[in-house]
Nanobody, 123 residues
Framework: QVQLVESGEGLVQAGGSLRLSCAAS????????MAWFRQAPGKEREFVAH????????LHEDSVKGRFIISRDNAKKTVYLQMNSLKPEDTAVYYC????????????????WGQGTQVTVSS
């Protein structure tokens, strides 16, 4: 059974940094594009970033562009989200997802989802 397990939750002050990890139990990790989504309190889950099968192409949502960096290590079957210059509005539950190689914010196109990890940014 495929499992995606996020880690790296924490409480961080505004301006600080945090690195999230998502370890995937998938036979061929490179078959999937990987993405991060987040859900803030009282809001719908939204797209954050996507990385292609070999890490050669990335797409970041405008709100995090220049602050967050998505990457992957296929040997470790792990996708990362390095978050810098964190803002209180970044507070959310962050989810990793496995799906298309082509970047997309359409959640229905992602086949596998992690359970989420809480990120809280204080002012």
């Amino acid at each position: 059974q495929v499992q995606l397990v996020e880690s790296g939750e924490g409480l961080v002050q505004a301006g600080g940094s945090l690195r999230l990890s998502c370890a995937a139990s998938i036979g061929t990790f490179s078959n999937y594009g990987m993405a991060w989504f987040r859900q803030a309190p009282g809001k719908e889950r939204e797209f954050v970033a996507h990385v292609s099968w070999n890490g050669g192409s990335t797409l970041h949502e405008d709100s995090v562009k220049g602050r967050f960096i998505i990457s992957r290590d296929n040997a470790k079957k792990t996708v990362y989200l390095q978050m810098n210059s964190l803002k209180p509005e970044d507070t959310a539950v962050y989810y990793c997802a496995a799906g298309p190689h082509i970047p997309t914010a359409r959640q229905d196109l992602y086949r596998y989802w992690g359970q989420g990890t809480q990120v809280t940014v204080s002012s």
